[in-house]
Nanobody
Framework: QVQLVESGGGLVQAGGSLRLSCAAS????????IGWFRQTPGKEREFVGA????????ANADSVKGRFTISRDNAKNTVYLQMNRLKPEDTAVYLC????????????????WGQGTQVTVSN
């Protein structure tokens, strides 16, 4: 059973920063690529970024490039999403997801999901 738990969300002013964490209960965590997605009501789940199983490769959506960074600590079974220079349009529920080995930008390619953490950016 793979379980993912996000944390670190909250309310922040525009221009501020937050660091989200995705903690995984997977014995072979280092075999999994992790993706970050976000969702707002009435919209499709949006790709934010992803990191490969060994951290050698990352990808970010154009909307967050230069502002968001993904990293992982396999010893702690945790992936991080560092979000800087936040904008009101970044407001969403942020979810992490896991799939074996290679990262993908389509949410349909991920088998395991966390419950999400709310990020709200005020003007």
């Amino acid at each position: 059973q793979v379980q993912l738990v996000e944390s670190g969300g909250g309310l922040v002013q525009a221009g501020g920063s937050l660091r989200l964490s995705c903690a995984a209960s997977i014995s072979t965590f280092s075999n999994y690529a992790i993706g970050w997605f976000r969702q707002t009501p009435g919209k499709e789940r949006e790709f934010v970024g992803a990191i490969s199983w060994n951290g050698a490769n990352t990808a970010n959506a154009d909307s967050v490039k230069g502002r968001f960074t993904i990293s992982r600590d396999n010893a702690k079974n945790t992936v991080y999403l560092q979000m800087n220079r936040l904008k009101p349009e970044d407001t969403a529920v942020y979810l992490c997801a896991a799939r074996l080995f290679t990262m993908e930008i389509s949410h349909q390619q991920y088998a395991y999901w966390g419950q999400g953490t709310q990020v709200t950016v005020s003007n």
